[in-house]
């Protein structure tokens, strides 16, 4: 069933994936605390409850602050979910958590490797092994060794589109963005990503 929520992605866009392709590490930076403090402010007016989230009433100000666009982005991501939940195809937790109805083992622990849906995209659970095979194909896909189904893998199948209109400098930094959260621990990360691929890092 996570084919089905994957392919909602495809149709979702975020303004600011654009600056993800910026040389300039502050751009990049700023581009990602942008993106976290978008969801986490929306984050505020976004419940679950009876297998559907429900949002409440949005003030202007934020429109103004993160973009109309961006955010309406956002919430077609939620209305599209909530329909899966009612199809029966996904599972709607009261923690704002997105499981595929024939996922039972809903446990996260360090160093495992999972995929968990959220309201504003997914999160992928990799182990330290994980974490740098992954580095190593998306670098195999900057170079043009390999196609970004490589990728997509890891975020669940039928995500392939999701990365088919990124270029090589979008590969190559999340390459070496893995590859600097994944160092120096044996716990593994997260790599927290969009409907439109913007993402960051973390560890688990």
């Known amino acids: 069933m996570f084919k089905k929520l994957s392919a909602l992605v495809v149709t979702l866009v975020l303004v600011g994936n654009v600056s993800l392709f910026s040389t300039k590490a502050f751009a990049e930076e700023n581009e990602v605390t942008q993106t976290q403090e978008m969801i986490s402010t929306l984050d505020k007016y976004i419940s679950a409850d009876d297998n559907q989230f429900n949002v409440s009433n949005i003030p202007d100000n934020v429109y103004n602050e993160f973009g109309t666009e961006n955010v309406n982005n956002l919430l077609d991501g939620v209305k599209d979910l909530n329909e ?5 195809e996904v599972i709607i937790t009261d923690n704002e958590t997105v499981y595929d109805t024939d996922d039972t083992s809903f446990d996260v622990q360090g160093g495992v490797n999972k995929i968990v849906w959220r309201w504003y995209g997914r999160q992928s659970f990799m182990s330290t092994s994980r974490a740098n095979s992954f580095a190593y194909d998306c670098r195999q896909v900057s170079y043009g060794a ?3 189904g490589a990728v997509a893998a890891y975020f669940s199948f039928g995500t392939t589109a999701l990365f088919g209109g990124l270029t090589g400098i979008y590969f190559t930094k999340l390459a070496d963005d893995v590859a600097m959260r994944n160092s120096g621990h044996t716990r593994g ?16």
């Open 84 to 88: 899966l939940a009612k199809d029966g």
């Open 146 to 148: 390999m196609g970004v």
């Open 189 to 204: 990360i997260i790599v927290n990503m969009t409907w439109s691929a913007a993402y960051w890092t973390e560890r688990q």
